[in-house]
């Protein structure tokens, strides 16, 4: 039998809440590099790295580089140029760095 499982990942990332959500497992380690999927295919989750309600050290592991993509996205759409803030935003709840995520 053959299971191939992949978690995929949009902007909605920095709206998880849940006690038992993505942020923490990204945090604990229960989603490995090799299951990640990043991708854009939401147009209206861009990932908001600036939200006052993400935990502060993943905001100060956000680069000014990310921080500023926003300008490049229609609309604040959730396009492909978001896919470098969404992978900086993995990174720093994983507490690695975004070049490791990026190159996996």
Request: aromatic share 10%; charged share 25%; hydrophobic share 45%.
């Amino acid at each position: 039998m053959f299971h191939l499982s992949f978690e995929n990942f949009q902007g909605f990332l920095w709206k998880d809440r849940l006690p038992n959500g993505v942020q923490v497992a990204l945090r604990n380690g229960s989603i490995p590099l090799d299951r990640l999927l990043i991708e854009t295919d939401a147009p209206f989750m861009y990932p908001k790295i600036n939200d006052k309600k993400l935990p502060a050290d993943v905001k100060d592991a956000i680069t000014d580089s990310a921080k500023q993509l926003h300008k490049f996205a229609s609309f604040n759409r959730n396009e492909p140029c978001a896919l470098a803030a969404i992978c900086e935003m993995i990174a720093a709840f994983m507490g690695k760095d975004p070049k490791e995520v990026r190159d996996f």
